[in-house]
């Protein structure tokens, strides 16, 4: 077995003291450590997880991502299409449940087979972690060198790599979660469209605003807009926004991070409100801009209809939930985030529709992902 507390201070030694993760019994004991010597996030899904490593990794951090084999499927949009178009690293540990030959429950029996074949497929380098300490430091600074190429690693681990290392505390603080929605009045004649309310929140930006942008036209929409090194306009990972500004926000306290939300994103990923708002510094704003539809692939409607999205964020200890339907209405809801900055959750319906002759960014994602650390971390 590893000594758990000597492989975590060697990672710790390397810079890697960002965790976030869902627990597996494999990985109990470094997950133990990271909770009890370094900043862990307890995610409620995989995929959030390595969304919220990757944005602290934005944020200058070294992040780790802990999580069973089984939940390595729901990471696989963020690895994909996050991750491997913005040249995002995150360090991964993913328990190897259901190993060819020994005895495990009959749901881990298929992922047991084919963990790595899927870590391949992926372009994700990996190896199996020893079991001894001396050979699994050797390894660490193999996978650091991989992570200081801008790609991700993963180490695979078997039953029994770690010996115990005690959880000094298992409570995770409870946040008030009883706020009392604002709501103006919703004058439906005078409800914006997409491009106009982008147009009103980078009008109301300030040197230390990060503007995080959802999949599908919203990003399209910011970078036409304005084109700045303060943005990040997303490419696939739908419903990846929330965590990964969560991420940033977390890593970087002295920033303002704004999250941009669509309905339908927010929706594929609604649990990351809980991590949000248990997690969630005062420099994040959440913007759901909700207009029933999928718009970017044709119009399909969405199920938003029927949700009361700051109910929910209230419920889930979102400091300030606001809901807004104006242009002056929103514009109030962004000047006093930015003069009294609390966790806040500002709920927009917009009108269906996009920009006339719409275009793509120019700047490639990676180029997006280095200009916006240069700003954060500079």
């Not at 079991?131 to 695979?156: C, H, K």
């Not at 306290?253 to 339908?264: L, N, R, S």
């Not at 962004?334 to 719409?358: C, M, N, R």
Request: net charge negative; proline share 4%; with cysteine.
């Amino acid at each position: 077995m590893i000594d758990t507390r000597a492989f975590g201070n060697a990672m710790k030694e390397r810079g890697f003291d960002f965790y976030t993760g869902v627990p597996c019994s494999f990985l109990k004991d470094l997950i133990n450590y990271a909770i009890n010597e370094c900043d862990y996030v307890g995610a409620v899904n995989e995929g959030d997880a390595v969304a919220i490593a990757g944005g602290a990794q934005l944020g200058g951090r070294k992040s780790v991502v802990l999580m069973q084999n089984s939940g390595l499927t729901n990471a696989v949009s963020p690895l994909t299409s996050l991750n491997y178009c913005f040249k995002l690293p995150v360090l991964g540990f993913v328990s190897l449940r259901g190993e060819p030959g020994l005895s495990d429950e009959p749901q881990h029996e298929l992922m047991g087979q084919i963990t790595t074949q899927l870590l391949e497929l992926m372009q994700v380098e990996w190896a199996f972690l020893s079991d001894d300490i001396e050979q699994a430091e050797i390894q660490l600074e193999q996978a650091d060198q991989v992570i200081a190429s801008d790609r991700p690693f993963f180490f695979v681990v078997k039953k029994g790599t770690f010996n115990k290392e005690a959880l000094r505390s298992s409570e995770v603080p409870l946040r008030p979660n009883r706020v009392e929605v604002e709501r103006n009045e919703n004058n439906e004649q005078s409800r914006l469209t997409r491009y106009e309310a982008l147009g009103i929140l980078n009008a109301n930006k300030d040197s230390r605003t990060v503007h995080l942008a959802t999949t599908g036209f919203t990003g399209r929409e910011l970078y036409e807009v304005e084109d700045s090194e303060q943005n990040l306009y997303m490419v696939g990972s739908m419903g990846c926004i929330s965590p990964l500004g969560l991420g940033v926000s977390l890593s970087c306290p002295e920033k303002k991070v704004v999250a941009i939300d669509g309905d339908g994103a927010l929706l594929m990923r609604m649990g990351n409100l809980a991590t949000t708002g248990q997690y969630g510094p005062t420099n994040l704003l959440h913007i759901l801009l909700d207009n029933h539809v999928h718009d970017s692939t044709g119009g399909q409607g969405t199920v938003s209809a029927g949700v009361d999205f700051a109910t929910v964020a209230a419920a889930c200890g979102y400091e300030r939930v606001q809901c807004v339907f104006d242009a002056a209405q929103f514009k109030k809801a962004l000047k006093q985030w930015h003069s009294d900055p609390k966790l806040t959750f500002v709920y927009l319906p917009i009108l269906k529709g996009a920009k006339e002759d719409l275009s793509r960014p120019k700047v490639k994602p990676r180029e997006v992902k280095e200009r916006l650390m240069v700003f954060i971390n500079g």
